[in-house]
């Protein structure tokens, strides 16, 4: 099982990670759910690590675009955009640390 973060910041909310069993049969055969009034984001703890951390990007994307005001938005969007992203920051690591060293550049100069 893959070593998924114990939590993720997506604006101001931190968002509590958890890997449920049975998720399943719990919310019709899907492998992730996002929970805005707790705060929380459940992954199916039986998806191989490449699947979890796809639809932990999945739950991220419906974070942004929540907080962004679109509440409407196509489940074939979300999950194409997660597979680019994972393959993505997979295969580019250094793109990863550009934009960690741009970003906390960009902080340090608003001060």
Do not use: C, F
């Not at 019709?28 to 703890?45: A, P, Q, R, V």
């Not at 979890?52 to 969007?77: D, P, Y």
């Amino acid at each position: 099982m893959s070593n998924l973060p114990s939590s993720v910041i997506v604006g101001p909310i931190r968002y509590a990670v958890a890997r449920v069993s049975n998720m399943h049969q719990k919310h019709n055969d899907l492998d992730g759910l996002i929970h805005y009034n707790t705060e929380t984001i459940e992954i199916d703890s039986g998806l191989s690590d490449g699947v979890a951390v796809q639809t932990l990007w999945h739950e991220i994307l419906h974070a942004i675009l929540q907080h962004a005001g679109r509440q409407k938005h196509s489940e074939k969007w979300i999950d194409s955009t997660a597979y680019g992203l994972v393959q993505v920051i997979a295969e580019n690591p250094e793109l990863i640390e550009l934009t960690r060293t741009a970003a906390a550049r960009n902080a340090v100069s608003k001060k």
